[in-house]
């Protein structure tokens, strides 16, 4: 005998919408079965009432047994078994519809009792249990119980708990799932069961029949010989055999229903364990239900429990009822983070690649939020493409838990490290723009302090710089920059612009060593990492020989400036040429200093900035010999009118001429 298509029990308690589609094929398969059901009766019964019809009412039986071949029922068709039986059953009620009528009480006992007994026991129970089932998961009586414990959990208040209400609410929630679970186990099992009864309930009351016509007939013998009764014989063990299967499956799921009812209360409690959730953050895929927050007026929000699902780079939600989920976010390249939201637990915001802010969700656990968090990352990196995703999953977030472990020698990582504040590779240019490496290069907690603050944003907007510096002008109500705003631009003979990224910046100890800058380019981007920042804020960095500037790339608006004679260290990474820092010295109002480091990526290599910006603090250091100043200038090719350097390329020993390929930046 082929399976049996089954119910999974294990999923009665999650109750998602695929389980809720497979349900209701289970239902239609019922409600055609019933239907059947009713039709082979009414065909039983004319033949059992209709004594001066027989042969009429024996004739529509024969046509009702190979009318089943033909129902289109939900789960497929018939198994090859039921569907060859039904047909010899149907031929020999073509043979007897000549037969006396004389069987009534026989009839009645051995064909249209067994029938009747499905009908009435099987098919209402599952039609009762539908009822109770469609009570607890309509929108009345249970559903709303749990979707009202479930709404007055989400509104728990994360700030002030309340642990009685909070223990009442979560008691509330687990007795309504209880409830809720309890009815679909049984509506389960009993479908299930109906798979099996439906096979017995077709064959048994023919076989009946069949009996009821050798018993009572005296041509009996001579129309039913040997190998039909072999041939009864033969389907009664299939019965029997079927019938066997029916009581193991039938112990079976009994056993797995105690089972999945003995759990222990943490599988109906949200949020058990809150201290040390097991957390699998390499998951490439994710589905669950989720408070989706919607927007319904200028300031008035509503909060909506719905069942999201990713699929590829996508995020999809289904509604209750829904046949197919609907795209809700593309994934790919967007940015996820946990956010502070009206007060509630476990909210995460989608961010898209643009940098405009997406949806924001509400998990029910802090286990939930957090994975949620980790899928969506995993699959904006596009993991999901690669071949083996699961591992290169596990990679990187190992690689980013290696970012984050503490340096205790970073010294002896770089022992072969060059200066990298200049594009030539000679000594003697070298010893003009880094110091020399000591020998004792300091811990990292000597160069930057545990735990300090990291500003992944840029702190100095344009309108708080043109505040502090434009003294008594007119108050641009635009905010912008005019043109004469930095009127040492008109002067500067070293004009060099850059195309940046911020990253990020941060406080530190000491400007004695470049090793800061190291460091610092460490922890910001291990921060980047660990948080799931992916947006960086383009802009063009201006050096002249007094100042660097930060210009918005769009509004031409500067969002920073500092005197270049503030910039005590600037180098660019050994290894990723892209990135290069800086450290100002900036005075604090209580009279002292304070050192902040800032780190950029830039579209071509760092040592350009690097090397521009020592340039800038030569020219600051021989402005005041005019002789010295004319000999720098003459070292340094300048453009055709001689007023501002070519930084294209670092001057050539053998050749003071510009390159021709002028790269990424542009001269300003």
């Known amino acids: 005998m082929p399976a049996v298509d089954k119910l999974l029990l294990e999923e009665a308690l999650q109750d998602s919408p695929q389980t809720r589609s497979l349900l209701s094929v289970f239902e239609e398969d019922a409600g055609t079965l019933t239907d059947y059901t009713n039709q082979l009766l009414q065909a039983m019964q004319r033949v059992y009432g209709a004594q001066n019809e027989m042969c009429l009412a024996t004739q529509q039986l024969s046509k009702q047994l190979l009318a089943y071949e033909k129902q289109n029922f939900a789960l497929g068709k018939g198994d090859e078994e039921v569907i060859s039986t039904l047909h010899y059953f149907s031929k020999v009620v073509d043979e007897l519809n000549f037969l006396h009528t004389e069987l009534a009480k026989q009839l009645a006992d051995t064909m249209v009792l067994p029938i009747i007994q499905f009908r009435e026991k099987d098919l209402t129970e599952v039609s009762t249990l539908k009822d109770l089932f469609g009570l607890a998961s309509s929108d009345l009586s249970l559903f709303l119980e749990h979707d009202h414990s479930m709404?007055?959990?989400?509104?728990?208040?994360?700030?002030?708990?309340?642990?009685?209400?909070?223990?009442?609410?979560?008691?509330?929630?687990?007795?309504?799932?209880?409830?809720?679970?309890?009815?679909?186990?049984?509506?389960?099992?009993?479908?299930?069961?109906?798979?099996?009864?439906?096979?017995?309930?077709?064959?048994?009351?023919?076989?009946?029949?069949?009996?009821?016509?050798?018993?009572?007939?005296?041509?009996?013998?001579?129309?039913?010989?040997?190998?039909?009764?072999?041939?009864?014989?033969?389907?009664?063990?299939?019965?029997?055999?079927?019938?066997?299967?029916?009581?193991?499956?039938?112990?079976?799921?009994?056993?797995?229903?105690?089972?999945?009812?003995?759990?222990?209360?943490?599988v109906y409690t949200p949020d058990f364990d809150v201290s040390t959730p097991q957390i699998n953050r390499n998951l490439i895929q994710k589905a669950g239900y989720l408070n989706l927050r919607n927007k319904t007026g200028l300031v008035t929000t509503t909060w909506e429990r719905l069942y999201f699902f990713t699929q590829g780079g996508n995020l999809m939600c289904q509604p209750r009822g829904a046949v197919a989920g609907g795209l809700i976010q593309d994934l790919d390249n967007c940015s996820v983070m946990a956010v502070d939201c009206e007060d509630r637990r476990y909210c995460f915001q989608i961010t898209t690649p643009n940098g405009k802010s997406g949806i924001i969700l509400q998990a029910e656990s802090r286990k939930e939020n957090e994975e949620w968090i980790c899928a969506i990352n995993n699959i904006s990196r596009q993991i999901y493409l690669t071949d083996n995703p699961e591992a290169v999953a596990i990679k990187l977030n190992q690689t980013a838990l290696q970012a984050v472990t503490p340096i205790t020698s970073y010294g002896k990582k770089q022992e072969s490290s060059r200066p990298s504040q200049n594009l030539k590779n000679s000594e003697m240019e070298n010893d003009k723009i880094v110091p020399k490496t000591t020998v004792n290069v300091p811990e990292p907690e000597q160069l930057i302090a545990p735990g300090t603050p990291i500003q992944f944003d840029i702190v100095l907007p344009a309108t708080e710089f043109l505040d502090q510096n434009r003294g008594g002008r007119r108050v641009n109500p635009f905010g912008e920059t005019e043109d004469d705003t930095f009127p040492e631009a008109e002067d500067s003979l070293l004009q060099q612009m850059f195309i940046v990224r911020f990253l990020g910046s941060m406080a530190v100890n000491t400007d004695s060593t470049a090793e800061v800058i190291y460091e610092a380019m460490r922890q910001v981007l291990a921060a980047r990492a660990i948080h799931n920042i992916f947006r960086m804020t383009e802009t063009h960095l201006m050096v002249t020989s007094q100042t660097l500037r930060l210009i918005d790339p769009q509004t031409q608006v500067t969002r920073a400036n500092f005197e270049l004679s503030s910039v005590t260290q600037f180098a660019?990474?050994?290894?990723?040429?892209?990135?290069?820092?800086?450290?100002?010295?900036?005075?604090?109002?209580?009279?002292?200093?304070?050192?902040?480091?800032?780190?950029?990526?830039?579209?071509?290599?760092?040592?350009?900035?690097?090397?521009?910006?020592?340039?800038?603090?030569?020219?600051?250091?021989?402005?005041?010999?005019?002789?010295?100043?004319?000999?720098?200038?003459?070292?340094?090719?300048?453009?055709?009118?001689?007023?501002?350097?070519?930084?294209?390329?670092?001057?050539?020993?053998?050749?003071?001429?510009?390159?021709?390929?002028?790269?990424?930046?542009?001269?300003?």
């Open 572 to 668: 660019a990474h050994q290894e990723n040429k892209r990135l290069v820092g800086f450290v100002v010295r900036m005075p604090e109002s209580t009279g002292g200093e304070s050192l902040s480091t800032y780190i950029f990526e830039s579209n071509s290599e760092g040592e350009k900035i690097c090397y521009a910006i020592n340039l800038g603090k030569e020219i600051i250091e021989v402005q005041k010999d005019p002789e010295a100043l004319a000999r720098l200038m003459l070292s340094i090719p300048l453009t055709n009118d001689g007023k501002y350097v070519l930084l294209n390329h670092p001057p050539d020993d053998t050749d003071g001429s510009p390159s021709e390929n002028r790269g990424a930046e542009s001269e300003a």
């Open 151 to 266: 709404a007055k959990y989400s509104k728990l208040p994360k700030k002030k708990e309340n642990e009685k209400v909070k223990t009442e609410v979560v008691k509330e929630v687990a007795a309504a799932r209880r409830k809720q679970h309890l009815s679909s186990l049984q509506y389960y099992c009993a479908l299930n069961a109906l798979q099996y009864r439906k096979r017995v309930a077709m064959m048994e009351p023919m076989i009946g029949f069949a009996h009821g016509q050798i018993n009572f007939f005296k041509r009996g013998a001579e129309m039913f010989n040997q190998s039909m009764d072999s041939f009864l014989s033969s389907v009664a063990d299939m019965v029997q055999s079927i019938q066997v299967e029916q009581e193991a499956e039938a112990e079976k799921t009994r056993v797995s229903q105690q089972e999945l009812l003995s759990v222990d209360e943490s």
